[in-house]
Nanobody
Framework: VQLQASGGGLVQAGDSLRLSCAAS????????VGWFRQAPGKEREFVTA????????YYADSAKGRFTISRDNAKTTVYLQMNSLKPEDTAVYYC????????????????WGQGTQVTVSS
């Protein structure tokens, strides 16, 4: 599975962004997908995830109420809608695929995209 994240950019606090994660591979619809982020000097952290069918979603406390994950299996793409962005959301955002569900940690995901930079100015 190859993943391509896009949609990052420089925005002001309170703005919105939508990230996309385009995947290759016919089995994409069988896999859970997660978004993680890594700020400078910090460890990569979980943001949100969605199961293979799109029925179940999971959010970090920092993302609840502001971020929404969704997927379009026909387009083999997962989206991350981010609203009410804060400076502390500044990070490189990565999408990742779990070929089988094990959890919401970095180590539980098997394939990773290259990341897209999100910068939120105050």
């Amino acid at each position: 599975v190859q993943l391509q994240a896009s949609g990052g950019g420089l925005v002001q606090a309170g703005d919105s962004l939508r990230l996309s994660c385009a995947a290759s591979g016919r089995t994409f619809s069988n896999y859970a997908v997660g978004w993680f982020r890594q700020a400078p000097g910090k460890e990569r952290e979980f943001v949100t995830a969605i199961n293979s069918g799109g029925r179940f979603t999971y959010y970090a406390d920092s993302a609840k109420g502001r971020f929404t994950i969704s997927r379009d299996n026909a387009k083999t793409t997962v989206y991350l809608q981010m609203n009410s962005l804060k400076p502390e959301d500044t990070a490189v955002y990565y999408c990742a695929v779990a070929t089988r569900y094990r959890g919401l940690l970095v180590k539980d995901y098997d394939y990773w995209g290259q990341g897209t930079q999100v910068t939120v100015s105050s």
